[in-house]
């Protein structure tokens, strides 16, 4: 090979080069920012599909938002409806041994003591369960639309 055909060769590498950089930033841009499109230059076509898209991920936002919202209140519910559930077992449980042969009155009245404070619980609980400065479980909240 001659001088000037080195020459030649060496500027097409140069080049093919220089637009593999090129390419290669703007495909590092576009995944930097997880847009397709960085510019009006980028394809006018798909600049209507992009912000179509935008617009679906917008809603999928805000429709994965309200699930969880609706998420957390039922979570919320469901916690106070188990402690209730709780105290309600307890309460059972020391009424079957006020019923019990072998139970004194002293100690059926000891029984009658823990029941009342176990029913002011439960009344407590149903009274402050609440979620987004509603109450959940007093009867209220009825007929809600999560939005």
């Known amino acids: 090979m001659r001088i000037s055909e080195?020459?030649?060769?060496?500027?097409?590498a140069a080049e093919s080069i220089r637009r593999a950089t090129s390419e290669i930033a703007e495909v590092q841009q576009r995944i930097s920012t997880g847009v397709r499109l960085?510019?009006?230059a980028d394809g006018t076509a798909d600049i209507g599909k992009v912000s179509r898209l935008t617009s679906e991920i917008q809603k999928f936002v805000q429709?994965?938002?309200?699930?969880?919202f609706a998420q957390r209140l039922v979570e919320t519910a469901d916690l106070a409806h188990k402690s209730i559930q709780d105290l309600l077992d307890s309460m059972l449980t020391t009424a079957n041994k006020?019923?019990?042969?072998t139970a004194s009155a002293s100690n059926r009245?000891?029984?009658q003591t823990t029941v009342s404070g176990?029913?002011?619980e439960v009344d407590n609980v149903a009274q402050t369960t609440s979620f987004s400065g509603q109450n959940l479980t007093d009867g209220t909240y009825i007929n809600k639309k999560l939005v």
């Open 38 to 40: 960085n510019s009006a």
């Open 109 to 111: 009245e000891s029984n």
């Open 118 to 120: 176990l029913i002011k």
């Open 63 to 68: 429709n994965s938002t309200s699930n969880i």
């Open 98 to 101: 006020s019923v019990l042969s």
């Open 6 to 12: 080195l020459s030649f060769a060496s500027l097409r």
